[in-house]
């Protein structure tokens, strides 16, 4: 997975139609052009895309040689000079858990190279709010995971986009690849874990009536299967940054990229022989009278007693936190930092414990 550039696709983003740039429907099959994993809603994620079916050769490049663009009229990405190939924002790999927005943080994108026929989608409108709703009919995508159990997604049709290349691969200005089956998982998938997407070809045609094929045209067996692993449980950022000294009165909080397990969390903050007790908890927010639980953020704190924190001593300190996640449970994650303590305090430091809800403020 690689981070798009969107300040890139500002100026290629505009189009008058959702189907602008598609051609008519050739006599052919529809084609499965991509699997894209991507954020579930444009704008409210990492801004990564990854596309289960490339799995083509990198292209070489040199100084001389320059890569190719990956968004339509746009400037290609800077060479791999130490290794000689462009990179690949799009190659597949393990997928990004995502962001949860309304559902569980990621939308997958089945790409035809054509229009299909939306007889198997169903709309309905709501009759107090007139408000639109699609659906697909059951059992022409499903995803399952490594029990064979079926993730509960949310399905649609979507015939906005162009197959072969676009201006905004993520969509955040409308104009993603496609047209698409989209299926969004309605809760976060677990890192380091396989999921497997089942397609029913038999049940999508195009709109002559033809059944799905692959790139090379051939037709997709029933069922088509596409395999896929999920990130590992990593921090993705610390507040404060932990590569510069913080405060004697910081609240250490870790920032991860999934739901994580307290209850299998191992802590421990060492100053040579001196191990200061430290409470940990689920991130609260910011008002104890509306307390939230974020089990992607976990704060850390030294105190004399729970609910009674105390600041560090200066000085440097190595700090070990070991712990699973709160999905399936199969990602375990060894995280290691080395802590320099330095003052004076300021209770305006947005890093002060006194900034954040502890668990015995709550009042709901």
């Known amino acids: 997975m690689m981070r798009i550039l969107m300040a890139i696709s500002l100026a290629w983003a505009g189009c008058d139609s959702v189907i602008a740039g598609q051609t008519a429907d050739d006599t052919g099959k529809p084609q499965l052009m991509r699997i894209l994993v991507q954020d579930e809603t444009p704008g409210t994620g990492l801004g990564l895309v990854t596309d289960l079916l490339d799995e083509s050769e990198p292209i070489k490049c040199s100084e001389t040689e320059p890569c190719p663009a990956v968004i339509a009229g746009g400037p290609g990405l800077p060479c791999n000079l130490d290794k000689g190939v462009c990179p690949n924002p799009y190659a597949a790999g393990p997928v990004e858990i995502g962001v949860p927005d309304s559902y569980g943080g990621i939308s997958i994108r089945l790409v035809f190279n054509k229009l299909l026929d939306s007889a198997f989608e169903t709309v309905s409108i709501d009759g107090d709010t007139n408000a639109y709703s699609y659906k697909l009919a059951d059992g022409v995508v499903a995803l399952n995971d490594a029990d064979g159990k079926v993730v509960a997604t949310v399905n649609y049709w979507d015939p906005s986009g162009f197959p072969k290349e676009s201006a905004d691969p993520t969509g955040i200005y409308g104009v993603p690849f496609g047209p698409a089956i989209v299926m969004?998982?309605?809760?976060?998938?677990?890192?380091?874990?396989?999921?497997?997407?089942?397609?029913?070809?038999?049940?999508?045609?195009?709109?002559?009536?033809?059944?799905?094929?692959?790139?090379?045209?051939?037709?997709?067996?029933?069922?088509?299967?596409?395999?896929?692993?999920?990130?590992?449980?990593?921090?993705?950022?610390?507040?404060?940054?932990?590569?510069?000294?913080?405060?004697?009165?910081?609240?250490?909080?870790?920032?991860?990229?999934?739901?994580?397990d307290l209850a299998s969390a191992a802590i421990s903050l060492k100053k040579g022989a001196e191990t200061p007790q430290v409470e940990a908890w689920l991130d609260r927010g910011g008002d104890p009278e509306h307390c939230k639980v974020d089990d992607r953020r976990l704060d850390l704190v030294a105190v004399s007693a729970p609910g009674k924190p105390v600041d560090l001593t200066p000085g440097s300190y190595d700090l070990t936190v070991i712990l699973k996640d709160n999905g399936r449970g199969e990602a375990k994650l060894t995280y290691t930092a080395a802590v320099t303590v330095m003052g004076p305090n300021s209770e305006n430091d947005s890093a002060a414990v006194t900034q954040f809800v502890l668990p015995q403020q709550c009042v709901n």
């Open 184 to 260: 969004k998982p309605k809760d976060p998938l677990s890192p380091n874990s396989k999921y497997t997407l089942v397609l029913d070809p038999t049940k999508v045609k195009d709109r002559a009536g033809h059944s799905p094929a692959n790139r090379a045209n051939v037709d997709l067996p029933n069922p088509y299967q596409k395999q896929f692993a999920t990130e590992d449980l990593q921090v993705r950022s610390t507040a404060p940054d932990l590569t510069a000294p913080i405060r004697p009165n910081n609240l250490i909080q870790l920032r991860f990229n999934a739901g994580i």
